[in-house]
């Protein structure tokens, strides 16, 4: 069993928004803060956004501050980030994780291209 799958990715235009998500399973998810990576091609994996356990505090790469927006539905076991005003330079593989776990998703590609 995966513990984290991603979802939503897609071929969006400029300025136009997408939803990823992250279903979890298999381990007691409403205890662990949970981050967005991405990683563009040739490009070292960085940082997007984290959530608290409890959903109550978020922090943003400058790069996606006031676009993105990380939530989390405890009671599916799912995070979700909110991307609108799309980039070309968002374009990348976008990855959820637990760092204390040290759990990754498979990644979901996410191309910004008009």
């Known amino acids: 069993q995966v513990p984290l799958v991603e979802s939503g990715g897609g071929l969006v235009q400029p300025g136009g928004s997408l939803r990823l998500s992250c279903a979890a399973s298999?381990?007691?998810?409403?205890?662990?803060?949970v981050s967005w990576y991405r990683q563009a091609p040739g490009k070292e994996r960085e940082l997007v956004a984290r959530?608290?356990?409890?959903?109550?505090?978020?922090n943003y790469a400058d790069s996606v501050k006031g676009r993105f927006t990380i939530s989390r539905d405890n009671a599916k076991n799912t995070v979700y980030l909110q991307m609108n005003s799309l980039k070309p330079e968002d374009t990348a593989i976008y990855y959820c994780?637990?760092?204390?776990?040290?759990?990754w998703g498979q990644g979901t590609q996410v191309t910004v291209s008009s």
């Open positions: 959530i608290t356990n409890s959903g109550s505090g978020t």
């Open positions: 994780n637990i760092r204390s776990l040290n759990y």
């Open positions: 298999g381990f007691a998810f409403s205890s662990y803060a």
